[in-house]
């Protein structure tokens, strides 16, 4: 209950967080949408990656197409909050339309770490990260396809939560992946994580994917569980491009973990080491059917040319950055009706067999625990390939393609970088999974976060 009353009683300092956002550059938008009165939560701020829509904002998804779009209703999951009481004060930097994993391809510059301004924050919700992170709110939303919230939570030092698959009604989020996205939270802690999806969760019957659940996530949420047996994939030790000092960190924390009573086996997942190639090929297609509803006709941008054809072809060409355009590209060439069965019917199998080898898993343990990165943050351009930024979401990915909750949580720094590790658990789980990364919380403690120094 004090977590609670901690959180109630933040109080947002707006000319301090402009100051802050002047280094960041986490904040698209300061702005103020206010809660319910009556509301538990009355004017407890929170911000909102620009890619879910509140009205009276824009809503750009960090894309040039969209730039002067402004949100025409408030997403289901925003509207709760402002039930609550909860505020909006203002709308989150990101990779463009939540495509990357550095938020480095955002239309409006890219976002810097608070724990070093030459690193990157993670992706696509860094803005999201790096406000919570600098303390500007208590928590902030983002959208998650395959590790958007938990792995800039990781490299931000703070907690990243995506819930079971329509557990949280996506309506009003620009779709990406549409089988593979949800909305998620970043937070300071783990009690105001699940605080926050408690209040989103539940039906909604604008859109038909979201579940008919009633969740209480907060009453047990300081019970402590025991005999708890969480499995480590083998693979984790074996797979390439894994830095050293993650690994050597993990295998401490995994020895933290066996000092006060968990269980930890080491496990096969065997198609673990296929999720990346099958992810960039799932997401990329539903990708390019998704976006093929921005053309300057109906939203956005248009670069008018005397034909309909070249008008389509020049807004696009100007509206859409470098990544969204290789994911449109790589998702309109697998499933084109030569290579469709060749790529996409045999990713959707692999898929399937993944979801195997974890509900085997699920059978005996109580999650599946991996570092939430196989890196710390690289600074900003360091990295020169898409593959190397892709495979930063290898051990995130997983639980996206099963649907399952997972959660990162801060374990640690290495060479004063905040290190994260993940949780895994089964689809519906979600108060368990809060639980053990409560009791995980409690064990490594909480980070203090940096101090931004916004004089300079």
């Known amino acids: 209950m004090v977590r609670r009353n901690q959180m109630k009683n933040f109080k947002f300092d707006i000319e301090k967080a402009k100051k802050i956002n002047e280094k960041i550059n986490a904040v698209l938008e300061f702005t103020t949408v206010e809660g319910n009165k009556e509301g538990e939560y009355y004017s407890t701020p929170f911000l909102v990656k620009d890619n879910i829509q509140v009205l009276g904002t824009k809503n750009t998804c960090g894309s040039k197409i969209l730039e002067n779009y402004n949100s025409t209703y408030t997403a289901t999951a925003v509207r709760k909050l402002l039930n609550a009481g909860f505020t909006v004060v203002g709308k989150t930097n990101l990779d463009e339309f939540a495509m990357g994993g550095s938020n480095e391809n955002s239309a409006f510059g890219p976002v810097k770490n608070p724990w070093d301004l030459e690193r990157i924050p993670g992706g696509s919700s860094g803005g999201s990260a790096a406000a919570v992170a600098a303390k500007m709110v208590p928590f902030a939303l983002g959208s998650d396809t395959g590790g958007s919230v938990r792995q800039p939570a990781s490299f931000c030092g703070i907690v990243g939560y995506k819930p079971t698959y329509g557990a949280i009604s996506r309506y009003g989020l620009s779709a990406f992946a549409s089988s593979l996205d949800q909305i998620g939270v970043l937070a300071n802690n783990v009690e105001n994580a699940a605080i926050v999806v408690e209040t989103m969760s539940g039906k909604d019957e604008k859109d038909s994917t979201s579940l008919d659940i009633k969740w209480d996530l907060t009453s047990q949420l300081n019970n402590k569980l025991e005999k708890l047996k969480v499995a480590v994939p083998k693979e984790v030790f074996e797979l390439d491009g894994i830095d050293e000092d993650v690994l050597n960190k993990f295998k401490e924390n995994i020895e933290t973990l066996k000092k006060n009573g968990v269980e930890i086996e080491e496990i096969n997942i065997p198609h673990l080491k296929y999720t990346v190639s099958i992810y960039y090929i799932i997401a990329p297609s539903e990708a390019s059917s998704n976006l093929s509803r921005y053309d300057g006709m109906r939203y956005g941008l248009r670069d008018e040319k005397e034909s309909l054809k070249e008008t389509y072809m020049q807004t696009r060409d100007s509206g859409f950055g470098i990544e969204v355009k290789r994911r449109i590209f790589m998702g309109a060439f697998t499933l084109s009706s030569a290579y469709?069965?060749?790529?996409?019917?045999?990713?959707?199998?692999?898929?399937?067999?993944?979801?195997?080898?974890?509900?085997?898993?699920?059978?005996?343990?109580?999650?599946?625990?991996?570092?939430?990165?196989?890196?710390?943050?690289?600074?900003?351009?360091?990295?020169?390939?898409?593959?190397?930024?892709?495979?930063?979401?290898?051990?995130?990915?997983?639980?996206?393609?099963?649907?399952?909750?997972?959660?990162?949580?801060?374990?640690?720094?290495?060479?004063?970088?905040?290190?994260?590790?993940?949780?895994?658990?089964?689809?519906?789980?979600?108060?368990?999974?809060?639980?053990?990364?409560?009791?995980?919380?409690?064990?490594?403690g909480t980070l203090e976060l940096p101090e931004v120094n916004y004089e300079i």
């Open 340 to 444: 469709y069965d060749a790529y996409f019917a045999k990713a959707a199998k692999i898929r399937n067999l993944l979801n195997q080898d974890f509900e085997k898993a699920f059978e005996k343990y109580d999650a599946i625990l991996t570092p939430t990165s196989p890196t710390l943050p690289p600074k900003i351009g360091e990295l020169k390939s898409p593959l190397q930024y892709y495979l930063m979401d290898l051990f995130t990915i997983p639980a996206n393609m099963i649907g399952a909750p997972a959660i990162s949580i801060p374990a640690g720094k290495i060479n004063d970088l905040p290190f994260g590790i993940h949780l895994i658990s089964k689809p519906l789980n979600d108060a368990k999974l809060l639980r053990i990364a409560k009791q995980f919380e409690d064990i490594f």
